[in-house]
């Protein structure tokens, strides 16, 4: 007999039909996405617009596709016109990670939140998530929409940092660079066309790093959201980084510099006081060095 009501089937992060999402919402999962049969007509039946109304709440992107597509994804018999990307691992909150900079200040270590700007690769989060656990870092924040969430191959390529890296999933990243700046967060971008260089520049202090998409980098509008652009001298003939790279480059610089402080050296760039220095200072001052 042919199944109607489904499981968890297929890939690990994927749920099948009505019942298993509606479980799993009540019982808090995280969801990333959510796909749904494209309506030929009229409106969805109730039990299915509820259904959605509680996924889009929970923070899930919802997304419309022709039912073939459905059909293509599933591994069942019956997804009954709706398909779940539930999370990895669990998502905490801007809250919770600023505490957690707090907790890190009271430990005279620098806190250092990782913001992903439409990263695309799952294999980019995942490496990003081993960089940020090897460094101690704070943790990372990644925008709802046009972004690459904590799924099956994000966990997979982390090789275990997922479950020691918080994430916090926002549905805002430049309202979430404002809140951050009001919590005390210099907003440095990594950016081609930045004049400062990564030991040129001051990471003694709260620091909140931008790393963008891996084909257009940062959005203008987060591009003008930064206090301080970041470039990464290049010598090569490809003069390209993908975004797990730079990130690793800049997050170790950070980690330098704070080494050094602890243990009595000088840093090569000395901290600033309550101004920062800007780009064009910071660029003629290393290129004196």
Known sequence: ????????????DRLEGRNPIKEALRAGRNINKVWIKRRDSGRYDQDLTRLVQDAKKAGAVIVEVDGDVLDSMATSYGHQGIIAQIAAHEYVTLPELIARGEEQIAENTYPLLILLDGLEESYNLGSILRIADAAGATGII????????????????SAGAIEYVPVARVTNLSNTIQTLKDSGYWVYGADAQGTAT???SDWLRKIALVIGSE?????AKIVEACDHLVSIPQY???????????????????KRQARHNNEGDKPSFAPSSEVLISDEDLHSESAEV
């Open 1 to 12: 007999m042919q199944k109607t009501d489904l499981h968890e089937a297929g890939p690990p």
């Open 236 to 254: 090569g003939r490809v003069n390209s980084l993908n975004a797990a790279v730079a990130c690793g480059i800049l997050v170790f610089e950070a």
């Open 215 to 219: 084909g257009k980098g940062m959005s």
């Open 142 to 157: 990644i925008p709802e929409r046009r972004s690459v969430a904590l799924d099956a191959t994000v966990a997979k390529a």
């Open 198 to 200: 990564p030991e040129g």
